[in-house]
């Protein structure tokens, strides 16, 4: 449960959902408990022929349950990124792919190394966008590699492209 919390964010209305969710589980499960007695029994003798125990077996559902939360990290991370075009800011979130877009001209940006072992580890850091004509700031939290792609941005947002077509 400690690895959901951390792998995921859990907004406000996604807290309440889960929590909901939960609670119609636990009554539902006291329900057919109260309204089905024989089938308790069966659910004590399953659990007593289960000998939970640190072997290979346990380690092997824990990978496998840490595997599971990783494929879900990931699914999640593709439904929600940020892409830096020379002319906009793109913001891809949902899964029906919602855009929002930014004007990346005379876009500042701001770099910040917090956690110093997340640096190491991972190169990884803050980055803010202050896009212009925005009241508020895009903070990016964990970029992987933040040197390298500030750096990428910067060069990529100094040169401005200008299209022209001809109708």
Do not use: C
């Not at 089905?36 to 290979?56: T, W």
């Amino acid at each position: 449960l400690n690895l959901v919390v951390l792998s995921f964010d859990f907004p406000r209305a996604t807290s309440l959902l889960l929590f909901a969710l939960v609670v119609a589980v636990v009554l539902g499960f006291m329900l057919v408990a109260n309204s089905m007695p024989d089938l308790i029994p069966g659910l004590e003798a399953f659990i007593a022929r289960f000998h939970p125990a640190a072997n290979a077996t346990f380690y092997l559902i824990f990978a496998i349950a840490m595997g599971f939360i990783y494929v879900g990290v990931y699914i999640a991370a593709n439904f929600d990124y940020w892409e830096v075009r020379p002319n906009e800011l793109l913001h891809h979130h949902g899964i029906m792919s919602d855009l929002e877009r930014f004007s990346s001209p005379n876009l500042k940006i701001d770099k910040e190394i917090n956690d110093v072992f997340e640096y190491i580890l991972a190169g990884s850091g803050r980055l803010i966008l202050h896009p212009r004509n925005e009241p508020r700031a895009i903070v990016l939290d964990n970029v992987f590699f933040i040197n390298s792609k500030e750096t990428a941005i910067t060069k990529m947002l100094s040169a401005l492209q200008v299209k022209v077509r001809t109708d």
